[in-house]
């Protein structure tokens, strides 16, 4: 199970280890070795074939492709010379090595694939995550014991039990700290997502509804013949707080889970949509720099309104984009209740936070925009755009109860600007 190979330190002893790169290959015996809070490393001893950009690795019948996430490659010879190439994140690793060589190789996530010869015609999967699992989840998760297919014991603790037309999920604590999310699909259809864009989508869900970029320590699914794990360091997430695309009260149910993986998931321009918003909220929370906030909650709505209507930005024709129109007519599309009210109230608030960026001043007297008067208003206008943002994305997911999230949007978000 993923539980125990995340969870727990693995070695593994690779009697032919082959890097294949774009020109050429290296060849010999290796270790790998996982710890759960360092990540992955691997020795290998490389005979040179030719060529130095490997791609992948394939260990024995099984293969590891490296992720983007790669934190550091070292490279050392036998003798006492040394080479150490620091690769930053979202950038794929280009390795050099020596004829004969020694290769360490460390990354913070990996994906792992054995050929089972197992087909399931049913997509199925488990995510793992460190942490407290929510605490507004609406039911009891069953756990039952069989021995000889008779059941011997049964367990309800906190979790999410979701099973319609052949969609399932399963959200239960397995250990302190530490709980899963298993799903189901029912069979896969041409048109329908593959398994492994599906567990992404589930992860993307997950983290819009509890707006916190939380990532998986592991995950594992059958793709075709393969059996798929991803293992992952810990990594530190980043919650939107104060800007939240939702109401952190709101209670989760197994429906809207589905129905935003089915969003995430998809590559329809709705899907885009909100897979890049989400995407952006977070970029702008890592930022410590406020004015860097409200510059990318603020063109996020720009960037929405060109994508869903494709009026790319053109400087020679200048196809401008009539923001208080679009945002009138994406709330009729898509049935966000108080049309008039949202539209009205996220375009005033869009017009000052695009003002304050295109005309910035550090000035902390009355009318300046670090005055705290100024800041007050400011903070209010992108939580409105970014509550917006999740009105938004509920509704393109097909979720209509979208009464409470606009009432809170219009009624409970009041500044100095609403006066």
């Not at 048109?191 to 707006?211: D, E, R, T």
């Not at 009260?249 to 590559?267: D, K, M, P, T, V």
């Amino acid at each position: 199970m993923v539980v125990d190979w995340v969870l727990t330190d693995q070695k593994w002893k690779y009697e032919a280890v082959q890097v294949d790169c774009g020109d050429g290959t290296y060849r010999g015996p290796g270790l790998g070795q996982w710890n759960p809070e360092k990540g992955y490393c691997l020795d290998m001893f490389a005979t040179l074939v030719r060529g130095n950009a490997p791609k992948s690795i394939s260990m024995d019948r099984s293969t590891l492709i490296l992720q983007e996430r790669a934190s550091s490659i070292r490279l050392r010879e036998a003798g006492p010379s040394r080479g150490v190439l620091f690769v930053r994140e979202q950038v794929r690793p280009s390795l050099g090595l020596v004829a004969n060589g020694h290769l360490e190789l460390r990354t913070n996530s990996v994906t792992h694939w054995t050929r089972n010869g197992i087909r399931l015609s049913h997509p199925s999967g488990t995510i793992l995550f460190r942490g407290q699992q929510p605490a507004l989840l609406p039911q009891g998760a069953k756990t039952v014991t069989c021995i000889d297919e008779r059941q011997v014991y049964e367990r309800t603790s906190g979790g999410l039990d979701y099973d319609k037309d052949g969609v399932s999920f399963c959200i239960r604590s397995i250990r302190d700290n530490t709980y899963q999310i298993d799903w189901g699909l029912p069979e896969r259809t041409s048109h329908g997502p593959s398994a492994g864009v599906w567990a992404s989508g589930v992860i993307q869900a997950w983290q819009f509804l509890l707006s916190a970029s939380v990532f998986p320590i592991g995950s594992e699914f059958q793709r075709d013949d393969r059996r798929v794990t991803v293992y992952a360091a810990p990594d530190k997430p980043v919650a939107l707080r104060r800007i939240a695309l939702l109401d952190q009260a709101r209670q989760i149910s197994g429906n809207e889970l589905y129905l935003l993986s089915r969003l995430f998931a998809g590559r329809s321009v709705e899907s885009i949509i909100a897979q890049k918003l989400l995407a952006q909220c977070f970029d702008a929370v890592r930022n410590t720099n406020w004015q860097a906030v409200m510059f990318l909650i603020g063109t996020a709505l720009e960037a929405v309104l060109r994508t869903k209507y494709a009026i790319p930005y053109d400087p020679k024709r200048h196809r401008t984009v009539r923001i208080r129109e679009c945002i009138q007519s994406v709330c009729v599309e898509y049935v966000i209740p108080r049309i008039s009210e949202v539209s009205n109230k996220v375009w005033r608030a869009y017009k000052r936070v695009r003002h304050r960026s295109a005309h910035p001043d550090w000035v902390s007297s009355f009318g300046g925009a670090v005055c705290s008067a100024r800041e007050l208003e400011a903070l209010h206008d992108v939580c409105t755009l970014t509550r917006f943002y999740g009105c938004l994305i509920l509704a393109m997911a097909g979720i209509s109860e979208l009464d409470e999230e606009v009432a809170i949007l219009v009624d409970g978000l009041r500044g100095p600007g609403d006066a």
